[in-house]
C-alpha cells in the first residue's frame, strides 16, 4: 500500500522510496501501527514515496512494492524492518529476499536497515512510555 501518490508535478523529483517491512497477520488489525508510522512519515515528508511490505500473511509483500516503486521511476528504496527482536526474519528471511531483489533489479540501489528495535531511540522512546506508568 503506498501511503502517498505523487502527483505528476512531483514525480520526476522522487528518486528515492521507503519500504517498511513486517512481518504480517491474518488478523486486518495488526497491520495499522505499521500502516500509521507510514502516515507519520508523509505528515513529516510530504512528497515521500513510502509503503508498507509484509513477510507473509498480509498483503502486499516486498517484491511487490519493490515492483510498485521501480514502475514509479524509483532508483533508491530504503527498506526498514519493523521488527523489534533480531529473529529468523531479520537475520536470515529478509536478506534472502533482499538479495533476490537486487539481482532482479541491478539497477537499483537498495539499502537495508538495521531492524526498528536496534535504534536507539525507539529503545529510549519505549523506555519514556514505560516510566509514564510510575510518575
Not at 13 to 40: K, N, Q, T
Not at 62 to 81: A, F, H, N, Q
Not at 92 to 101: F, G
Not at 108 to 123: H, S
Request: proline letters at 7%.
Amino acid at each position: 500500500m503506498i501511503t502517498k501518490q505523487s502527483s505528476k508535478s512531483d514525480h520526476s523529483s522522487i528518486h528515492s522510496g521507503i519500504i517498511l517491512f513486517a512481518h504480517g497477520s491474518r488478523d486486518p488489525l495488526w497491520r495499522l501501527p505499521i500502516e500509521a508510522v507510514a502516515s507519520r512519515i508523509i505528515s513529516l515528508s510530504p512528497h515521500a514515496l513510502v509503503m508498507c511490505a509484509y513477510l507473509e500473511l498480509t498483503t502486499p509483500d516486498l517484491p511487490s512494492c519493490v515492483r510498485t516503486l521501480v514502475e514509479k521511476g524509483v532508483t533508491r528504496i530504503s527498506v526498514l524492518p519493523m521488527f523489534l527482536g533480531i529473529g529468523k526474519h531479520a537475520r536470515e528471511d529478509l536478506p534472502l529476499l533482499m538479495k533476490q531483489l537486487q539481482d532482479t533489479y541491478p539497477q537499483i540501489d537498495f539499502e537495508l536497515r538495521k531492524a526498528i528495535g536496534e535504534e536507539p531511540e525507539l529503545t529510549l522512546a519505549i523506555a519514556q512510555i514505560a516510566l509514564k506508568t510510575v510518575s
